[in-house]
């Protein structure tokens, strides 16, 4: 069936057939990479957003399949994760984040500046709220040191006691434990003993992902 949940499904499942994420896809098929983020499948005042024609014309070229295949996969199971052929997730690194240019609005991977490396097999997880970061510097020592890679995602649920990559409005990134957790404001506890812990408006955060696994 034509719809627009079936589509964008098609589209996960075809950047997963390929070894692709879904922005991965889209800066394969020559696309801006946040054309098939999740934040960009609705319009702001919440009417679905539609993938041009063209763009599936490009993604089908970029993959060598043809739009038999593609509407085999509109068509599939949609309880079948895209990310259990574990693709490619962005990755920048960890001092990159607190940059201009390298997240939209919503905390998700934009531009053209990111690398990819291939998503570890940790469990089932949507690849398209998914990326990573690379460990520069001490300030994370003892639990992650310099090179160790952190696999985020902005979907997943936080709870007290997760570990959380915080970037808060004027660009500063850090690695914490949620400690708690209100409408108002944030509570983190630091990784590194010999750094602060720090409180932290609701409105001075960008945005916050939990740490899914670490590549060490």
Same mark, same amino acid.
């Given at each position: 069936?034509?719809? +627009?949940?079936?589509?964008?499904?098609?589209?996960?499942?075809?950047? *997963?057939?390929?070894? #692709?994420?879904?922005?991965?896809?889209?800066?394969?098929?020559?696309?801006? /990479? =946040? %054309?098939?983020?999740?934040?960009? !499948?609705?319009? /702001?005042?919440?009417? /679905?957003?539609?993938?041009?024609?063209?763009?599936?014309? !490009?993604?089908?070229?970029? =993959?060598? *399949?043809?739009? %038999?295949?593609?509407?085999?996969?509109?068509?599939?199971?949609?309880?079948?994760?895209?990310?259990?052929?574990?693709?490619?997730?962005?990755?920048?690194?960890?001092?990159? *984040?607190?940059?201009?240019? #390298?997240?939209?609005?919503?905390? #998700?991977?934009?531009?053209? %500046?990111?690398?990819?490396?291939?998503?570890?097999? +940790?469990?089932?997880?949507?690849?398209?709220? &998914? #990326?990573?970061?690379?460990?520069?510097?001490?300030?994370?020592?003892?639990?992650?040191?310099?090179?160790?890679?952190?696999?985020?995602?902005?979907?997943?649920?936080?709870?007290?006691?997760?570990?959380?990559?915080? !970037?808060?409005?004027?660009?500063?990134?850090?690695?914490?434990?949620?400690?708690?957790?209100?409408?108002?404001?944030?509570?983190?506890?630091?990784?590194?003993? *010999? +750094?602060?812990?720090? &409180?932290?408006?609701?409105?001075?955060?960008?945005?916050?992902? !939990?740490?899914?696994?670490? %590549?060490?």
């Amino acid at each position: 069936m034509l719809t +627009h949940e079936n589509i964008w499904h098609a589209i996960d499942r075809l950047a *997963a057939s390929f070894g #692709y994420s879904a922005s991965g896809l889209a800066k394969q098929a020559g696309l801006d /990479p =946040t %054309s098939f983020n999740k934040s960009k !499948r609705f319009n /702001p005042d919440g009417k /679905p957003r539609w993938p041009s024609t063209e763009s599936i014309s !490009r993604i089908l070229d970029a =993959t060598g *399949a043809n739009m %038999s295949d593609f509407l085999s996969m509109m068509d599939g199971d949609n309880t079948i994760d895209p990310a259990t052929n574990a693709g490619f997730i962005p990755l920048i690194g960890f001092a990159q *984040a607190g940059a201009a240019g #390298y997240f939209d609005e919503d905390g #998700y991977p934009a531009g053209d %500046s990111w690398d990819e490396i291939k998503f570890p097999d +940790h469990g089932s997880h949507d690849l398209s709220g &998914t #990326y990573a970061l690379e460990i520069s510097g001490d300030s994370m020592e003892p639990l992650y040191r310099k090179g160790d890679v952190l696999v985020l995602s902005r979907d997943a649920s936080v709870r007290k006691g997760d570990r959380v990559v915080v !970037r808060t409005v004027k660009g500063e990134v850090m690695a914490k434990e949620l400690v708690k957790k209100t409408g108002g404001k944030i509570e983190l506890k630091s990784l590194n003993p *010999a +750094h602060q812990n720090r &409180t932290l408006a609701a409105n001075d955060i960008s945005w916050m992902a !939990r740490i899914l696994w670490v %590549s060490q």
